[in-house]
């Protein structure tokens, strides 16, 4: 167990590993949650994006998204939600990163070890000198 400040409102809270925030933001947290997912609940609402269910609930949108990754809300239930890929912002439903990031990542990984390789075969090349060559 650790002794952490909690992101939120920087009280210092005991790590149990289960939770990221002090035990009063969490129960925040889980009464948003409540009143989000009662919202969600309806069915004119289960199409509703993180957007608008920000500004009809006043849940903050980091929170939708962090209840998103973590599989809380579920993207297959609830259609028009996602959360931001880690490298240009573009919506997702599973893992860090879009499907066009992901495989221009991919690319540039072989370009990077296609060079690395490149550059271990120059590096191998000796030049002698006249002198050396004749001893």
């Known amino acids: 167990m650790d002794l952490l400040n909690c992101p939120n409102c920087g009280k210092i809270y005991v790590n149990h590993s289960v939770r990221d925030v002090c035990d009063e933001c969490y129960r925040k947290e889980e009464a948003d949650y409540e009143q989000v997912y009662r919202f969600l ?3 004119e609402n289960r199409a509703a994006t ?3 269910i920000a500004h009809t609930t006043g ?3 980091d929170l939708l998204y962090k209840w ?3 599989g809380r809300l579920h993207a297959a239930q609830f259609p028009n939600l996602g959360y ?3 490298r240009c912002g573009k919506l997702i439903k599973e893992g860090k990163l879009c499907e066009p990031c992901s495989t221009g990542l991919k690319e540039e990984l072989t370009r ?3 060079e690395k390789e ?3 075969e120059l590096s191998k090349v ?3 000198s006249q002198d050396q060559r004749k001893k």
């Open 41 to 43: 609940r309806k069915r």
């Open 50 to 52: 993180i957007e608008t």
């Open 59 to 61: 849940v903050k949108e």
């Open 68 to 70: 998103v990754r973590k």
């Open 84 to 86: 931001p890929c880690e």
């Open 112 to 114: 990077f070890e296609k």
């Open 118 to 120: 490149r550059h271990e």
């Open 126 to 128: 000796v030049y002698y």
